[in-house]
């Protein structure tokens, strides 16, 4: 089974879609399985991660802001692939850093996560972007 999630991002930062996976697996009719989710782009990434508190999500995104920052800073001048803007080449960097796919297991027609354990894509660029992310379960 198969399926394209669409998450609308509003510039970087976590984007939560666990509802929506969810959703998906306990309408499949599958009982027990594997879940590959895939993120079809090279600026933005797919985490587990806490969804109980944001200041997590708002501590990730200033971590890899610093530990990447744009191409406009003086420490990234070594830099060549500039000209989509000063976010791209670390968003692809980001991205280089981090899963781009996902392994989850199903049991009894649900995910298997955590209590405080959510799927979230990462977006890496300034602007807003429509993401694709492919599911695959069998």
């Known amino acids: 089974m198969q399926h394209d999630f669409t998450i609308q991002t509003r510039g970087q930062g976590l984007y939560e879609f666990t509802h929506e996976v969810q959703a998906w697996v ?3 009719g599958l009982g027990n399985g594997l879940l ?3 993120v079809c782009h090279t600026s933005c990434s797919l985490l587990v991660q806490e969804n109980a508190d944001p200041d997590v999500q708002r501590d990730l995104r200033a971590y890899f802001s610093r530990l990447v920052p744009p191409s406009s800073d003086p420490s990234m001048a070594y830099l060549r692939h500039t000209y989509e803007g000063p976010d791209d080449m670390p968003g692809h960097i980001k991205a280089a850093m981090m ?3 996902l392994s ?3 049991r009894s027609g649900a995910l ?3 209590t405080w354990q ?3 894509l990462f977006e890496h660029r300034d602007a807003p972007h ?3 992310v492919a599911g695959h379960m069998m």
């Open 99 to 101: 899963p781009v796919s």
């Open 118 to 120: 959510g799927i979230y």
């Open 112 to 114: 298997v996560l955590g």
């Open 36 to 38: 590959t989710l895939f």
């Open 130 to 132: 429509r993401r694709r």
């Open 104 to 106: 989850l297991p199903v």
């Open 26 to 28: 306990g309408a499949s």
